[in-house]
């Protein structure tokens, strides 16, 4: 058994009415709601960072991004960048992020 869509739905000549744009409108919401829902466990998943910055030197971003790590985290990795800033980039700002598993969790 096949439903047609209500009556206001179609306007004529199959042009979409108001209804049906409503209709379609609550498809693609429930749509994004079920999806957003599907995600959610990928980004628990993601592996725990911390960032920071300094004008000083990059030992010093390292050190303050070391320093965000809660207790008894295994640091696994660590990058830094230089950002230049101001015109010509002519003054450095260095940005550090430690990578690390939590206290407790095993790969």
Do not use: K, N
């Not at 498809?27 to 960072?49: I, K, N, Q, Y």
């Not at 960032?51 to 965000?68: G, K, Y």
């Not at 809660?70 to 940005?95: F, H, K, N, W």
């Amino acid at each position: 058994m096949t439903s047609s869509p209500p009556i206001e739905a179609l306007r004529p000549g199959g042009a979409p009415g108001p209804g049906a744009l409503a209709l379609r409108a609550r498809t693609l919401a429930l749509a994004l709601a079920l999806a957003a829902l599907g995600l959610g466990p990928l980004v628990a998943r993601a592996e725990p960072s911390r960032t920071a910055e300094s004008i000083w030197s990059q030992d010093d971003a390292s050190q303050r991004a070391l320093q965000l790590v809660p207790a008894g985290a295994q640091v696994d990795s660590t990058s830094c960048q230089e950002i230049g800033v101001g015109s010509m980039g002519g003054l450095p700002r260095y940005r550090c992020t430690v990578r690390f598993t939590p206290g407790g969790a095993s790969h």
